[in-house]
């Protein structure tokens, strides 16, 4: 199915060990199989990690990850995360939680995130961004994100807007431009 031209990339996959009780190797074990299929196909990999960095990380080295790159998805870990996984050629997506006044810690990894390696997302239908926090999130929303990293790293929205879209479309390169 990842030859149709329709499919950009293999995910969302990855690891969640948030509100998860018991064993957990089938996360593991799906994982894997989501990266071979990237390996395989040639098509990058969106990751979600939660509470799982260093499985996730690990995982992805041990499966070869790095030879398709891709993105960790709502990005929220810290800046050792968000540089292991850029080592392994992964680009770093930040959502509407980086607008959120309590994610401190966040910030300071948008700030670092060389601009080459970000993406900015909404990850919809949730996390809306301030001023939607608490509302149901859209894809429009995603200005907030942008205009939120311009002002963190003391940057123009326009330039943010510009070099986020063009590392999506150079990391997707099977998308096409609407």
Not at 75 to 95: K, N, R
Request: overall charge negative.
């Amino acid at each position: 199915m990842a030859d149709d031209d329709k499919v950009v990339a293999i995910g969302e996959t990855g690891l969640d060990y948030f509100r998860v009780e018991g064993d957990t190797e089938w996360q593991r074990e799906r994982f894997r199989t989501h990266i071979r299929a990237a390996r395989a196909s040639g098509k990058p990999l969106v990751i979600h990690t939660r509470e799982a960095a260093e499985d996730t990380l690990r995982i992805m080295r041990e499966e070869g990850a790095e030879q398709v790159g891709g993105v960790m998805h709502c990005f929220t870990e810290a800046w050792d995360v968000a540089q292991a996984a850029m080592a392994l050629g992964f680009h770093i997506s930040f959502s509407g939680i980086v607008t959120f006044k309590n994610a401190v810690p966040l910030k300071e990894v948008a700030r670092q995130v060389p601009m080459e390696r970000m993406l900015v997302e909404t990850d919809s239908p949730y996390l809306a961004p301030v001023p939607h926090r608490g509302k149901s999130n859209q894809p429009a929303y995603v200005k907030h994100v942008a205009e939120e990293i311009a002002r963190l790293r003391g940057m123009e929205f326009e330039e943010v807007a510009r070099r986020t879209t063009e590392n999506f479309f150079r990391l997707f390169r099977h998308a096409h431009p609407a």
